[in-house]
Every structure is written in C-alpha cells, then in structure tokens.
C-alpha cells in the first residue's frame, strides 16, 4: 500500500537577526498506513517542526512532503485547509476544547463547522471508546484534565481522519491518564483500518510504545528503532544529546 506521508530531503528555516536560522536539515522518511510513529529527541532537535511541516501546518522551505499521493507544496491554501479537514486529525498538549460546549457539542464541533455529516450516534460511539459516554453533557470545566484529553480524542475519532498527528498529547497529564490516551492513539493505527498516528512526545516510556522512533538531533534522524523497548529509546536519546 502506497505511504500516506512521504518526506523528501525537507529543510525547514525560520528568518532570524543576520540571516535564517536551520532546524531540519534534509529529513526523508515515509509513514506507511497501520503504523504508530513517534518522534524524539533533545529539545531543539526539531521534533515539532517536523510535525507541523508533515501535517501542512507549516510550508518547507525545500524539500517535498506529500499527504495521500498529493504534493502540499503545490496546493493552494484552500486546497491544504480542504486535505486538513478531510483526512487529518489532530491532538495537541493543549485540549482546544471550547470552554461554553459540552463533550458531545465539542467532539461534534469540527465536522459541523466544515458542513460534513455527524450524526448522534458517532458522537456518542467516540465519547464511548475514550470511555467518557457518562460526560457527554458536562463542560470542560467539570472535566479533569485526562478526560479533556480523551475528548480531545474523541473530536478526531468521531471523523475518523487517515493520519492522526499528535504533539505532546501526554505532557500535562498524570502517569494514569498518559496511558489511556496512548492506549487510544495506539488503538488508531492497530484497529486495522489502514490509519496512521504520528505523535511527537518528551515522553521516552510513551514513544517506546510506538511502533517506530524517529530519533532527531539537531534537525536530522539520528537513529531509527523499530519496536523498541523502553531502555532503547532512553539510549537512542542519550547518543543524540
């Protein structure tokens, strides 16, 4: 089966005093459909950069990054913002609930502001499998933190996108909680249904969790680990600092 992400030579720079400032150096790589991937490295290593470049959300200063076959460079913006909400999903540290919404009304939200068809039964099917069926009409405020996380969740599961991107979606939630919404993230791309997640994490213990680790420094892959174990991620990690 054909990737849904391929990366080709990408170079990422932002402008600074006395010139542009490099932070990924030539990266290529591919995500094929059924995988869980997740990218590492030391702070700077240029983790979420990749992330946001691969998803769209940010246009590569050279290099090629395709999404289902199409080349993003050669799209325009409502052409980008079409693929975005047709096929990506996408899972931030920050929950981006909408404080005024219930559970329901936020996981319904992103389908109905882009006229797609949601019915009741998605909404409650996806508030079920992050376990949250009895929060449906409580608020954010009434929520912990986990459980806004596995709305959060439950907002892409209820679209069902073919690549779920995730940046740090444990970073400001208990050991409990972290692994409920790894469980979810990993159930994704294990359902059987051709989808792929790519999540960038500080968390060494989540990415070991993954399928595939990238490991960046300094804007480049440094190792790859397929399947790994805990301890092979925190020595990848350490070689790269």
Same mark, same amino acid.
């Given at each position: 089966?054909? *990737?849904?992400?391929?990366?080709?030579?990408?170079?990422?720079?932002?402008?600074?005093?006395?010139?542009?400032?490099?932070? !990924?150096?030539?990266?290529?790589?591919?995500? *094929?459909?059924?995988?869980?991937?997740?990218?590492?490295?030391?702070?700077?290593?240029?983790?979420?950069?990749?992330?946001?470049?691969?998803?769209?959300?940010? $246009?590569?200063?050279?290099?090629? #990054?395709?999404?289902?076959?199409?080349?993003?460079?050669?799209? @325009?913006?409502?052409?980008?913002?079409?693929?975005?909400?047709? +096929?990506?999903?996408?899972?931030?540290?920050?929950?981006?609930?909408?404080?005024?919404?219930?559970?329901?009304?936020?996981?319904?939200?992103?389908?109905?502001?882009?006229?797609?068809?949601?019915?009741?039964?998605?909404?409650?099917?996806?508030?079920?499998?992050? @376990? !949250?069926?009895?929060? $449906?009409?409580?608020?954010?405020?009434?929520?912990?933190?986990?459980?806004?996380?596995?709305?959060?969740?439950?907002?892409?599961?209820?679209?069902?996108?073919?690549?779920?991107?995730?940046?740090?979606?444990? &970073?400001?939630?208990?050991?409990?909680? &972290?692994?409920?919404?790894?469980?979810?993230?990993?159930?994704?791309?294990?359902? @059987?249904?051709?989808?792929?997640?790519?999540?960038?994490? +500080?968390?060494?213990?989540?990415?070991?969790?993954?399928?595939?680790?990238? #490991?960046?420094?300094?804007?480049?892959? +440094?190792?790859? !680990?397929? +399947?790994?174990?805990?301890?092979?991620?925190?020595?990848? #990690?350490?070689?790269?600092?």
């Amino acid at each position: 089966m054909s *990737p849904l992400v391929e990366v080709d030579n990408l170079t990422k720079s932002f402008p600074a005093a006395g010139g542009a400032t490099p932070v !990924l150096r030539g990266i290529s790589l591919e995500v *094929p459909p059924g995988q869980f991937l997740a990218v590492v490295g030391p702070s700077g290593s240029g983790k979420s950069t990749l992330l946001y470049c691969m998803s769209a959300l940010e $246009a590569a200063t050279t290099g090629r #990054v395709r999404i289902l076959g199409r080349d993003t460079g050669s799209l @325009g913006r409502g052409a980008i913002a079409k693929l975005r909400r047709d +096929h990506l999903g996408f899972v931030f540290q920050s929950y981006n609930l909408i404080p005024s919404l219930t559970a329901r009304e936020n996981v319904a939200l992103p389908a109905r502001l882009a006229r797609r068809e949601i019915s009741a039964a998605d909404v409650d099917r996806a508030l079920a499998e992050v @376990g !949250l069926a009895e929060r $449906a009409g409580y608020r954010p405020s009434a929520l912990s933190g986990g459980q806004q996380q596995r709305v959060a969740i439950a907002r892409v599961l209820a679209v069902r996108p073919d690549l779920v991107f995730a940046d740090e979606p444990t &970073g400001a939630l208990d050991t409990e909680s &972290g692994a409920q919404v790894l469980d979810l993230l990993a159930g994704v791309a294990r359902a @059987g249904e051709g989808r792929s997640v790519v999540m960038v994490t +500080h968390d060494l213990e989540a990415a070991a969790r993954a399928d595939r680790v990238l #490991v960046l420094r300094d804007g480049v892959i +440094h190792r790859e !680990l397929i +399947h790994p174990k805990a301890d092979d991620v925190f020595a990848a #990690v350490a070689g790269a600092s």
